[in-house]
């Protein structure tokens, strides 16, 4: 553990130089370790700790044709390292069940017979296991029950291992049967490539990731992208002005200085109208989202926003209303704005 000062605050976090990789290859050396789901997370995760070294095999519904095809292209042999869900359950001593939340509520009755006493079950969002009266995910008391989740997307859990850093997770233990359920945890996490671990909860975790994916992370970002985008265009702007100043030049430049070094760093780089501005406004923007995020918060606690997510993607026409939602939003005039502007980078030369 190090202690780092967050702003004031002290925290315990796992850096690599305290829990080197090769620490973590010892603690898991008789591990067989299960990825079950090759979705989202699964492929990032069992491949990085595949090329770290861990012993790995994957499991995937063979009725997903298209994730049973990526996971084989991706060097998993059916038969060898890659099985259906049932039989790699069986075959872990520590599963990691990385389906999308409402399939793990939907194929929990065949996973947990193949739970043996010691064995781990790994989760990356405490949704199942918060939200148990509504999943139904009640884990036998005689194994390790724990969490390293990520702070991105798989795919950049993914992009940034192959680019030699990493990106941060969390990590809980829910239940410790064995009394190494912590130690394995922080294995895992730095076999997974995580840039540097923090403890939480389960609870925590998911009331903290449900309220970011539908806050800046994702929903808010679209919303506000789309208001101010439509409000140029209203005002008589042309789509590549209103789409450079609303997207192109937060993704290609200022975001990337508050990356660097701090949004204070950012606004020290910019123009001295644009500081000026952008201090001043930002306290109004703040005020008038406050209550948004207040009722957001309060809908994650009291569950609403988890039935929402299990009733929709346990849909039979799930997919089909995904991808009309989708294609909406693709084929707006932003987003076709942008896919023009995209296309005159220069790296997109002649394609």
């Not at 292209?73 to 999308?100: H, K, N």
């Not at 064995?178 to 609870?203: K, M, N, S, V, W």
Request: proline letters at 4%.
């Amino acid at each position: 553990m190090a202690k780092i000062d967050f702003g004031g605050v002290v925290e315990d976090v796992v850096t690599r130089d305290k829990f080197p990789l090769e620490k973590a290859r010892e603690v898991l050396k008789d591990e067989a370790v299960t990825v079950l789901g090759y979705g989202v997370q699964g492929p990032a995760q069992s491949l990085n700790m595949r090329d770290n070294g861990i012993n790995v095999i994957v499991g995937q519904w063979k009725g997903d044709q298209a994730a049973w095809d990526k996971a084989v292209a991706d060097g998993w042999v059916p038969g060898e390292t890659l099985f259906d869900l049932e039989e790699a359950a069986e075959r872990g001593t520590i599963v990691q069940y990385l389906v999308s939340d409402a399939a793990q509520k939907l194929t929990w009755p065949r996973i947990k017979p193949h739970l043996k006493a010691g064995d781990v079950l790994y989760f990356s969002h405490g949704f199942s296991i918060v939200y148990s009266d509504q999943t139904g995910i009640v884990p036998p008391e005689n194994i390790d029950v724990i969490m390293v989740a990520p702070k991105g997307s798989g795919t950049s859990v993914r992009a940034n291992f192959l680019a030699g850093s990493g990106i941060n997770a969390s990590y809980a233990v829910h239940q410790d049967y064995t009394g190494r359920a912590e130690e394995r945890t922080i294995a895992l996490g730095i076999a997974i490539g995580a840039g540097y671990l923090f403890p939480t909860t389960f609870q925590m975790e998911v009331y903290s990731d449900l309220t970011g994916e539908r806050g800046v992370l994702m929903g808010a970002l679209a919303g506000l992208m789309e208001a101010q985008y439509n409000l140029l265009r209203k005002h008589g702007h042309s789509p590549s002005e209103a789409f450079n100043e609303t997207v192109e030049e937060l993704t290609q430049s200022l975001i990337r200085l508050v990356d660097k070094n701090g949004m204070d760093w950012m606004y020290a780089n910019c123009s001295t109208t644009a500081q000026r501005g952008a201090l001043d406004w930002r306290h109004e923007f703040r005020k008038a989202v406050e209550p948004v995020f207040d009722r957001l918060y309060e809908s994650v606690a009291a569950g609403e926003q988890t039935r929402i997510v299990l009733e929709a993607n346990s849909a039979p026409d799930y997919r089909e209303k995904l991808g009309e939602e989708l294609r909406e939003m693709r084929e707006s005039e932003m987003w076709r704005a942008g896919a023009a502007v995209r296309s005159l980078r220069p790296e997109n030369w002649g394609k």
